[in-house]
């Protein structure tokens, strides 16, 4: 099937998202609350496109509107830059206190608004509570509703589900998850976590309950090595550099 | 050992009524809504039981019981007060109730009053908006209220144990 995303033809299959045949197709729809981990989750409307389906137009979130007929595209009508502007406009009413949402403030041009909480930087994506829900610990949900709804762990105490691999923290794109690293210990989430030490180079570069818990869904047996990302890398390059390719 | 079987009854009163629906996920509302008209709350440990009896995270059963304004994570009075504050009933006074039942109870909307005897809560609208101003105690409508039949209420409630 084909379709026009901004006026250029691009092929797609039937049930993939607008996002996906438009980032392909190299068009850029910004987003915030999205993943390629986790595709789409329609939170924050930041992807809003407009489509023409038989000669009607509407407005519908790239990220999750699955395409099953031919339509036309367009990323950046007035409304479509409208919407964007607004939506900017209202995040950083919400949270002044992150840099991507300053920045964002700037970029659209939105008029001055008073902050509602100087010290918040949480957008309310949802990225966070994904990545938990992924790693399979599921310590974090969003709690209460409306103006009060932010993301906590059930009672904001210490959650025994938490492993503390900081996941959410690492994926919020606005730094809003706070977590502190030091003396060996991971504080994250009300709760403090001995950290694993790399055998390669000795930094300590995760918790140990991550470490376990790598083992217990991979079925690695505790032989293997305890190394950090960067060792792995170096290591894998060495190797690599080993390998000759034997052609004939 | 007050304390502990008192505990011990609240355990298995939250037992019985988490055991009495399926271990499913779509459950969980109904076990909450159980508890909560049992215990006028949601006990923390209750959360925890119906987590593990419906095989969902507690955090998700967490994110249910904040979500709805009709689960309570604090104890909830014995009473509870609900006075309307819809459009109507607010243009005839309903903040002079509130006022009223302030200087009675000493509780603002939302609060219980140390004895767990009264919860003041305010609602958006009842629906009975030809009775304004409306008061709910404990699913008892009265109609047209003044301060007057409010300290009457509240007196007819204090006396009256459950």
């Keep these: 099937m084909k379709i026009r995303i901004d006026g250029m033809e691009t092929e797609v299959t039937s049930g993939e998202t607008i996002l996906e045949a438009a980032r392909r197709a190299g068009i850029d729809i910004p987003t915030l609350c999205y993943s390629e981990a986790f595709g789409g989750q329609g939170v924050c409307r930041f992807c809003m496109v407009e489509i023409e389906v038989g000669g ?22 007035p409304a479509v830059k409208e919407i964007r502007r607004n939506l ?13 949402m300053k920045k964002l403030f700037q970029e ?47 009672f904001d105490e210490g959650s025994e589900e938490c492993v503390g691999c900081s996941a959410c923290a690492d994926i919020c794109p606005t730094g809003a998850i706070p977590v502190k690293e030091e003396d060996g210990r991971r504080e994250i989430w009300h709760r403090s976590f001995e950290m694993s030490r790399c055998e390669e180079c000795g930094k300590h570069y995760t918790t140990q309950p991550v470490s376990e818990h790598v083992k217990e869904q991979t079925e690695l047996n505790s032989s293997s090595e305890n190394i950090c990302p960067g060792c792995r890398r170096k290591k894998l390059a060495a190797e690599m550099a080993k390998v000759r390719l034997h052609v004939d | 050992m007050a304390v502990n079987s008192q505990q011990a009854a ?4 939250i037992e019985k009524i988490v055991n009495s629906y399926p271990p499913e996920r779509r459950f969980t509302l109904a076990i909450m809504q159980d508890l909560q008209k049992h215990f006028n709350y949601l006990p923390k440990e209750a959360l925890q039981m119906t987590a593990v ?48 039942i302030y200087k009675t109870l000493g509780i603002k909307p939302g609060e219980t009053t140390p004895d767990g005897e009264f919860s003041l809560e305010t609602v958006n609208c009842l629906g009975a908006c030809a009775l304004a101003p409306v008061l709910v105690a404990n699913e008892k409508v009265y109609a047209k209220i003044t301060p007057a039949v409010l300290r009457d209420v509240i007196k007819k409630y204090q006396g009256v144990e459950q």
Excluded: W
């Design chain 1, 56 to 77: 009607k137009k509407r407005l519908v979130a790239s990220c999750t509107y699955p395409i099953t007929e031919e339509m036309e595209v367009r990323t950046a009508t």
């Design chain 1, 88 to 100: 900017v406009t209202l995040l950083y009413r919400r949270a002044p206190d992150s840099d991507l």
């Design chain 1, 108 to 154: 659209y041009n939105c008029d001055r608004i008073e902050p509602v909480d100087p010290e918040e930087s949480c957008i309310m994506c949802r990225l966070c509570v994904k990545a938990c829900e992924k790693v399979g610990a599921n310590a974090i949900s969003t709690v209460l509703r409306g103006t009060e709804k932010r993301v906590a762990t059930p």
């Design chain 2, 10 to 13: 609240d355990r298995q009163a």
């Design chain 2, 53 to 100: 009896h419906v095989k969902a995270p507690l955090s998700a059963v967490f994110s249910m019981a904040t979500f709805y304004k009709a689960f309570s994570l604090v104890p909830k009075g014995r009473v509870i007060l609900k006075v309307c504050d819809g459009t109507a009933c607010h243009i005839k006074g309903s903040n002079v109730m509130i006022d009223e």
